[in-house]
T-cell receptor
Framework: GEDVEQSLFLSVREGDSSVINCTYT??????LYWYKQEPGAGLQLLTY?????DMKQDQRLTVLLNKKDKHLSLRIADTQTGDSAIYFC???????????FGTGTRLTVIP | EADIYQTPRYLVIGTGKKITLECSQT?????MYWYQQDPGMELHLIHY???????EKGDLSSESTVSRIRTEHFPLTLESARPSHTSQYLC????????????FGAGSRLTVL
């Protein structure tokens, strides 16, 4: 497909793990990113992964990259109410200097 | 702490008015971008600049215009605002090196009545 795709909504209970999935478009994209947007705010970079990596872990965040399937996921361990936000994946396509964003996944954490 | 600033954060204005959304960054980034964000969350690139006196239109057609006279400043102008321009406008910047991580401003929410 031509669009970066994400599920629109995800609800999890506090303390559980959240997994947000993304399918991107360009198998030769060099970098893939996860951004978080809280209500009324801009986008904040959470993490990014270079395309030659399969996994990246940063505290409660784990990013998995499957280049063959063009699939990116973000796992948040021990999800907290403060994690409630919209999460965007983005890719930097080959030869492009801007990022292409997914539709965003609204994560709701239930106390 | 954000190093990219957008003003105004919120603007409610009548149809036909001229508006300018300001965006300034203090990081010395050469590349700057304007995204329009739908109420349904999706972001669309409307303008970008790779340096002073360089501006290009993005993927989504927009009636707005931009200018880049100084590295740190990338204002967006609507000559005659219409209700269809009601949206959230996000400014971002990045350097040319490394992972090209975009740093975003807090956004300007425009409502045209």
């Amino acid at each position: 497909g031509e669009d970066v795709e994400q599920s629109l909504f995800l609800s999890v209970r506090e303390g559980d793990s959240s997994v947000i999935n993304c399918t991107y478009t360009d198998s030769s994209s060099t970098y893939l990113y996860w951004y978080k947007q809280e209500p009324g705010a801009g986008l904040q970079l959470l993490t990014y992964i270079f395309s030659n990596m399969d996994m990246k872990q940063d505290q409660r965040l784990t990013v998995l990259l499957n280049k063959k399937d063009k699939h990116l996921s973000l796992r948040i361990a021990d999800t907290q109410t403060g994690d409630s936000a919209i999460y965007f994946c983005a890719e930097r396509k080959t030869g492009a200097n801007n990022l292409f964003f997914g539709t965003g996944t609204r994560l709701t954490v239930i106390p | 702490e954000a190093d990219i600033y957008q003003t105004p954060r919120y603007l409610v204005i009548g149809t036909g008015k001229k508006i300018t959304l300001e965006c300034s960054q203090t990081m010395g980034h050469d590349k700057m971008y304007w995204y329009q964000q739908d109420p349904g969350m999706e972001l669309h690139l409307i303008h970008y600049s790779y340096g002073v006196n360089s501006t290009e239109k993005g993927d989504l057609s927009s009636e707005s215009t931009v200018s880049r006279i100084r590295t740190e400043h990338f204002p967006l102008t609507l000559e005659s605002a219409r209700p269809s321009h009601t949206s959230q406008y996000l400014c971002a910047s990045t350097s040319s090196s490394g992972a090209n991580v975009l740093t975003f401003g807090a956004g300007s929410r425009l409502t045209v009545l």
